[in-house]
């Protein structure tokens, strides 16, 4: 099956720095790569995603960057306030179904001010 | 709101014990996933069922199973409570999207602390 590798565990950032996450996988069948943000005492919610066909995705300060050759993919946040401050989960899995969902490890992210 | 409802949100339990915890999905999802989330760890994949039928299982215990009904609602029964089963389980329902992806959909979880 799939395995989801997610580093680092812990990040601390200045506000109006940037932060870099990245994971690795296994499932040379993955193809669909979803990024969620769980903030304290709330459910993770999905806030950007990327497919294979695609190398790099952005919405406003946030991207995803995907290397399908490398199996990676990272999470990239540009200036970034306190309200980031959550814990970021990757993910994985071969769409076309709604097949599992492989999760990363997950990153505290903490913006300080 | 995403849609996915968990009941109940928190559950205080002896060790020893039984307790069912119930999640009923986002009208028409099919899958459902359970998740367990302890203390400072990531999601950790328990199993998934696919319109009634079990998909996929993840480190689910053996004193630990789940099933879903014709309803497609699914309960989560953990039994033989131990106090390391204390966790935040959350249900998460998903379906494909119209460009094929997968959207996971998460319910608010319910916190477990057994004592």
């Known amino acids: 099956g799939e395995n989801v590798e997610q580093h680092p565990s812990t990040l601390s950032v200045q506000e109006g720095d940037s932060a870099v996450i990245k994971c690795t996988y296994s499932d040379s069948a993955s193809n669909y790569f979803p990024w969620y943000k769980q903030e304290l005492g709330k459910r993770p919610q999905l806030i950007i995603d990327?497919?294979?066909?695609?190398g790099e995705k952005k919405d406003q300060r946030i991207a995803v960057t995907l290397n399908k050759t490398a199996k990676h993919f990272s999470l990239h946040i540009t200036e970034t306030q306190p309200e980031d401050s959550a814990v970021y989960f990757c993910?994985?899995?071969?769409?076309?179904?709604?097949?599992?969902?492989?999760f990363g490890s997950g990153t505290q992210l903490t913006v300080l001010p | 709101d995403s849609g996915v409802t968990q009941t109940p949100k928190h559950l205080i339990t002896a060790t020893g014990q039984r307790v069912t915890l119930r999640c009923s999905p986002r009208s028409g999802d099919l899958s459902v996933y359970w998740y367990q989330q302890s203390l400072d760890q990531g999601l950790q994949f328990l199993i998934q069922?696919?319109?009634?039928?079990?998909?996929a299982k993840g480190n689910i215990l053996e004193r630990f199973s789940a099933q879903q009904f014709p309803d497609l609602h699914s309960e989560l029964n953990l039994s033989s409570l131990e106090l390391g089963d204390s966790a935040l389980y959350f249900c998460a329902s998903a379906t494909r999207g119209r460009d094929g992806n997968t959207e996971a959909f998460f319910g608010q979880g319910t916190r477990l602390t057994v004592v």
């Open positions: 990327i497919r294979s066909n695609v």
């Open positions: 069922y696919y319109n009634g039928e079990e998909r």
């Open positions: 993910a994985a899995t071969p769409s076309g179904s709604a097949r599992q969902l492989t």
